[in-house]
């Protein structure tokens, strides 16, 4: 299945000022960074054609090839003591998030205070809205682990999510009353919803959370400040649907509880797709900022919401290409880890840096491409085709350039240099996403053995994504990340949120 088109069309002017001075910052660390990794490069990737020693395509000397390549691998390079500190940085923001509101990694949490048993029973309706696709599902809870889902996928267009908020949740409840009249369903029967909603929500209630931020392209206004779950609860009045929504989950949160109602050694929950993030079961005595009401377990889900890691702009080993992409988002300065693993930005990374080998000359002679000038149009879909191809000529790669991006008359230098660049960008982007696993199982105490539900068009699909991470993790945890399972979860943000419903609905919650 190809990965969605990742186009967000709503972009704000670059800062010249901020853009240099984060430059120069980023340099410094950079430099920082690629001192210290001389003493400890982590191995060539088990995918890594080696480049030949002579001349390949004969536009310019292989010594420009060889330094454009050196220069790359420097900056994009995470090398094993790299993993290190940033895990103890991670770990550090982890802490501060579960002790104050306001840090940068915000663990929040999630009124979910057990995972299912796995003998849950009976119907209840679940939506799940976080990217450029909407679900709403119909879930049937059979005991046993045992799960009969019912469901309608619907497009967010662009002019939706960047449209106002109400339209966005007009357009929800008529999907919803689509889908009910499908199945056969009356518009008077009374129902109950879970409703996943995958951005920042500074959650009061397992059915109350404020809007803190969008993320991933959404800008609709009217929502950011405002409680979502009322926003949807009125959208169904104004359609006369009788549907109350009980629980409101983050996908993390969904992914975490769908896949421990099959596997009770799961604890953890990660989403690698459009975005990026995470939920974990924390001890209640670990989070001295909750006020609410004692947990009945001693334990709490927390939705980490960890993509905004970095955006202190200290930490992560941004480079001028980040910063670019950054600073052209409709998020700028937001965001940091996830604009460095996720599937959202992957490609526009990798554009960024080829039109910048375009201007200086170093791939295809220097011919301008229009088709690479629109921002997102580089997918990250077509990154892990070019991995994937291991032909003498990389004739998948020339496809993709000529015949999608119409430049004429490729070499083989140039497609050697393009696929190296993806894997650059994939491999940091895999051996980053690691340090979050690394960090939470370290902090839960779990190195002895659980299992992390990861979902997620990056990780099920681009090419050595998930070996990468492995390779990292056993970097950073030796043996004990043996003991790690990464099961792949599916669409189990939806059913996840239906399981929340159903432990409310019998007052569990
Ligand atoms: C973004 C959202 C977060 C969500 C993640 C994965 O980071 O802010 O809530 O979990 O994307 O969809």
Redesign the pocket.
């Known amino acids: 299945m190809p990965l969605p088109l990742w186009t967000p069309d709503n972009r704000v002017p670059l800062f010249v000022f901020g853009l240099t001075t984060g430059v120069a910052v980023t340099a410094a660390f950079q430099y920082l960074y690629s001192s210290l990794s001389k003493r400890n490069q982590p191995p060539p990737p088990a995918d890594y054609d080696p480049l030949p020693g002579n001349a390949v395509g004969g536009l310019r000397p292989d010594t420009q090839f060889e330094s454009t390549i050196q220069r790359l691998e420097r900056e994009f390079t995470i090398n094993t003591s790299m993993l290190h500190n940033l895990v103890k940085a991670f770990t550090r923001d982890m802490e501060r998030g579960l002790k104050r509101e306001n840090s940068v990694i915000k663990m929040i949490p999630s009124y979910v205070e057990r995972r299912p048993s796995g003998d849950e029973t009976g119907t209840y309706l679940a939506l799940d809205l976080?990217?450029s696709n909407f679900r709403v599902c119909e879930v049937t809870l059979l005991g046993k682990g045992q799960v009969r889902t019912r469901q309608k996928k619907f497009v967010v267009s662009e002019a939706l999510k960047t449209g106002t908020g109400e339209q966005l949740f007009d357009f929800i409840a008529d999907c919803v009353e689509q889908f009910m009249g499908e199945l056969n369903i009356g518009k008077d029967t009374k129902l109950k919803m879970g409703f996943t909603f995958?951005?920042?929500v500074d959650q009061h209630a397992l059915n109350k959370g404020n809007l803190f931020l969008w993320?991933?392209g959404f800008t609709a206004s009217g929502v950011v400040g405002t409680d979502v779950v009322q926003l949807l609860q009125d959208a169904f009045h104004r359609k006369d649907l009788k549907i109350d929504v009980t629980a409101l989950v983050?996908?993390?949160v969904g992914t975490l509880i769908s896949h421990a109602y099959v596997d009770n050694a799961t604890y953890m929950g990660v989403?690698l797709?459009?975005?990026?993030?995470a939920a974990y079961v924390e001890k209640m005595e670990n989070i001295p900022k909750w006020k609410g009401p004692p947990s009945s377990t001693g334990e709490m889900v927390i939705?980490m919401?960890w993509?905004a890691w970095g955006q202190d702009g200290i930490i992560l080993p941004t480079t001028a290409y980040d910063l670019k992409v950054d600073r052209a988002s409709p998020n700028p300065r937001k965001?940091t880890y996830?604009k460095m693993i996720?599937g959202m930005y992957l490609g526009e990374i990798t554009r960024q840096i080829l039109l910048d080998l375009i201007s200086t000359g170093e791939i295809f002679g220097g011919r301008h491409c229009s088709a690479l000038e629109a921002p997102y149009s580089f997918e990250t879909a077509y990154m892990s085709r070019i991995e994937r191809d291991h032909s003498m000529e990389l004739t998948d790669t020339r496809t993709i350039l000529e015949d999608l991006y119409g430049i004429k008359k490729t070499t083989l230098s140039d497609r050697r240099l393009i696929k190296r660049i993806c894997q650059l960008i994939g491999t940091r982007a895999a051996r980053l996403a690691s340090i979050g696993i690394a960090s939470v199982v370290t902090k839960m105490n779990r190195l002895h053995g659980c299992t992390v539900a990861v979902d997620?068009s990056v990780y099920e699909h681009y090419s050595y994504f998930r070996t990468r991470m492995i390779d990292a993790l056993k970097e950073l945890l030796g043996v004990n990340a043996d003991n790690i399972t990464l099961a792949q979860a599916r669409d189990g943000s939806g059913q996840g949120a239906a399981l929340i419903a159903a432990l409310a609905d019998h007052g569990e919650l």
Do not use: V, Y
């Open positions: 976080g990217g995958s951005f920042p993320t991933k983050n996908d993390t989403i797709g459009t975005g990026s993030n939705n919401e993509g965001q996830e996720s997620g």
